[in-house]
């Protein structure tokens, strides 16, 4: 079995994971290169620099890293003040006792090992001897899954993070012993009994809105289902993804799905940007841009970075939310992964209509 050693970086080992943040970031996703020092090939700014940050090796190699950023008196950096909705807890969690997680990144070989989940607990430990009562951090829409059964939970708005687009914002309480039992977090065996703090839980759960931002698909019901199976059901220009479904196989394909909800101008897709996940439009319009230049505009029903998805090559343009409000679905490669492995029929009729979708466009492109 694999060696796994997670520790505080000291200054040696902090230049070691500014560096590994370049290969996964710059070379890797195609981000954050604007930011980087490409002569010194590292990624590293302010935040990350007052940041305790995570080393974590597998049998001797760096694998991964994670900044720990903890608030004192001085506000937090003002995109992270602002997109975490900071203020709305000042009131029942001190500053000093908030933390926020940032740049957390495994090398990509390691990714389906243990890796991430031994560094979320050590973060975890860490930041409770630290003091600290509540944790945010963000995350792309499609990971929203994986961190809600940890116990994170999602309480804001999307917001726009430079280099990544779209953001989930999060939140975990060290401390809600009641909410990780309720969801079986395997992060609750490593919670001793004396962190259970019902009382602060509860004033923090006050502060979260009734309906999270962001839903997950399987929570549909009533009005919003009728809507979502009208939207994806009909029959679009020229064929939708999910176009023939029945009620039953569009709820199996959504399960793990999720919808957010961006604001005109948020940035959705970055060019050059390695994630796969594609986008089915609900409500509202996308721009799709390429070189600065509008070369497409989608609205309801459309779907929109299947190439992505499907061929696993880097983004080839800009999409950016076009009217007030844009509802999207979005749908992960883990998603298209789950249903290949346990309902091929749907599969085959999803990739059917994706296929018909594709051949139009350029179709009609050559035109």
């Known amino acids: 079995m694999p060696e796994i050693l997670i520790k505080i970086a000291n200054e040696e080992e902090r230049q070691a994971c500014y560096g590994l943040a370049y290969e996964v970031f710059c070379e890797e996703m195609g ?71 940032i740049r957390f990144l495994v090398r990509e070989k390691f990714r389906s090992s243990m890796l991430s989940f031994r560094m979320m607990v050590e973060s975890a430990v860490f930041l409770t001897g630290r003091g600290v009562d509540l944790v945010f951090c963000d995350c792309q829409p499609h990971l929203l899954n994986l961190y809600e059964s940890l116990g994170f939970r999602p309480y804001a708005p999307v917001f726009d993070q430079p280099g ?5 914002p999060l939140l975990f309480s060290l401390h809600d012993v009641a909410h990780l039992r309720s969801i079986r977090s395997p992060l609750l065996r490593y919670f001793p009994k004396h962190a259970d703090r019902p009382e602060l839980c509860a004033r923090i759960s006050s502060l979260l809105p009734a309906e999270a931002p962001v839903a997950s698909g399987a929570a549909l019901e009533g009005e919003k289902w009728a809507e979502t199976f009208g939207v994806l059901s009909r029959a679009s220009e020229p064929v939708g993804a999910f176009q023939g479904f029945s009620e039953e196989e569009l709820a199996a394909f959504l399960e793990r799905s999720q919808i957010l909800e961006c604001a ?15 986008f089915v439009i609900l409500d509202g319009s996308v721009d799709v841009r390429a070189n600065g230049k509008t070369v497409a ?25 076009a009217s007030p409000l844009v509802r999207l679905l979005v749908l992960d490669d883990r998603t298209l992964d789950r249903v290949l492995t346990s309902r091929a029929e ?9 296929s018909k979708s594709l051949a139009y466009r350029m179709l009609k492109q050559g035109r």
Do not use: C, W
């Open 31 to 101: 981000t954050l290169r604007e930011d980087a020092d490409h002569e010194k090939r590292i990624v590293v700014d302010d935040a990350i620099a007052r940041s305790h940050l995570l080393y974590a090796t597998v049998d001797g190699e760096l694998a991964g890293t994670m900044g720990m950023l903890i608030g004192d008196e001085r506000p937090f950096p003002p995109h992270f003040e602002h997109g975490f909705e900071v203020a709305r807890f000042l009131p029942v969690v001190p500053r000093e006792r908030m933390a926020i997680n």
């Open 164 to 168: 990544f687009g779209v953001m989930v």
């Open 264 to 278: 005109e101008g948020q940035q959705v897709i970055l060019e050059g940007q390695g994630t796969r996940t594609a």
């Open 297 to 321: 505009h989608l609205k309801a029903g459309e779907l929109f970075g299947e190439f992505a998805l499907l061929l696993d090559t880097k983004r080839t343009a800009d999409v950016f939310a």
């Open 346 to 354: 749907l599969a085959a009729k999803f990739l059917l209509n994706l």
